[in-house]
C-alpha cells in the first residue's frame, strides 16, 4: 500500500514536499517513482529511485527544480519541489516496482494520487 501526502495550493516560486508512504517490504526493497498526471493527459514519469537510493532519475522539465529520496529506516520517498510553476499543476502518483526502472510500465503499485496546484 502506497499512501501519498503533501499535496495542496501554492503560488509559483513557492516549494512542497511530497512524502509516500509504503508497508516496509516495499520501502526497502522496491524501487520506487513519482508520476504526474494532468486531466486529459497520460501519466508522465517525474522521477525515479532505486531501492537503495544509489540511482536517481529525474525528467528534464523539472530537473534542478525537483529530488527524489528515500529514507528506509522511516519507509518513506520524498518528492522535494522547488521554483514551482504553473505547469507542475496535475496529481502526483507515487508507485513501487521490483526493478528500477523510468517508464511506467515499470511499476506494479500505485498510490491514489495527490493533487498540487501552483497558482500564477
Known amino acids: 500500500q502506497l499512501v501519498e501526502s503533501g499535496g495542496g495550493l501554492v503560488q509559483a516560486g513557492g516549494s512542497l514536499r511530497l512524502s509516500c508512504a509504503a508497508s516496509?517490504?516495499?520501502?526497502?526493497?522496491?524501487?520506487m517513482g513519482w508520476f504526474r498526471q494532468e486531466p486529459g493527459k497520460e501519466r508522465e514519469i517525474v522521477a525515479s529511485i532505486s531501492w537503495n537510493g544509489g540511482t536517481t532519475f529525474t525528467t528534464g522539465s523539472v530537473r534542478g527544480r525537483f529530488a527524489i529520496s528515500r529514507d528506509n529506516a522511516k519507509n518513506t520517498v520524498y518528492l522535494q519541489m522547488n521554483n514551482l510553476k504553473p505547469e507542475d499543476t496535475a496529481v502526483y502518483y507515487c508507485?513501487?516496482?521490483?526493478?528500477?526502472?523510468?517508464?511506467?510500465?515499470?511499476?506494479?503499485?500505485w498510490g491514489q494520487g495527490t493533487q498540487v496546484t501552483v497558482s500564477s
Open positions: 516496509e517490504h516495499t520501502a526497502t526493497s522496491y524501487a
Open positions: 508507485a513501487a516496482g521490483a526493478r528500477y526502472s523510468i517508464t511506467r510500465t515499470g511499476f506494479d503499485y
